[in-house]
């Protein structure tokens, strides 16, 4: 079992920058895939981002590519989302999971683990 909290949302400008942190408890010594994902208003939670247990791979919408950095802090239970060149539309709810996998995945019904999300809002 794994239990996630995010923290970091809030309120930037546009093109401006924000780092979202997760903070991972319980038993966190599974080999657990980490992934990001992001929930609009009136839209359904889609894909944001990804990375392997081992952190060697990371995967990144299209929408986002270039522009937001997922990393991790084993020692510290940590998971990191750093997100710069931010535009109105990245503005969402963005939620951290993880899955019983080592391996990454795209498709949130592939996580097992759920926070409970923070708010992030882009003004122009």
């Known amino acids: 079992q794994v239990q996630l909290v995010e923290s970091g949302g809030g309120l930037v400008q546009a093109g401006g920058s924000l780092r979202l942190s997760c903070a991972a408890s319980g038993r966190t010594f599974s080999r657990n895939a980490m992934g990001w994902f992001r929930q609009a208003p009136g839209k359904e939670r889609e894909f944001v981002a990804a990375m392997s247990w081992s952190a060697d791979a990371t995967y990144y919408a299209d929408s986002v590519k270039g522009r937001f950095t997922s990393s991790r802090d084993y020692a510290k239970n940590m998971v990191y989302l750093q997100m710069n060149s931010l535009k109105p539309e990245d503005t969402a709810v963005y939620y951290c999971?993880?899955?019983?996998?080592?391996?990454?995945?795209?498709?949130?019904?592939?996580?097992?683990?759920w926070g409970q999300g923070t708010q992030v809002t882009v003004s122009s």
């Open positions: 999971a993880a899955r019983e996998s080592p391996e990454p995945s795209s498709n949130r019904a592939a996580y097992d683990f």
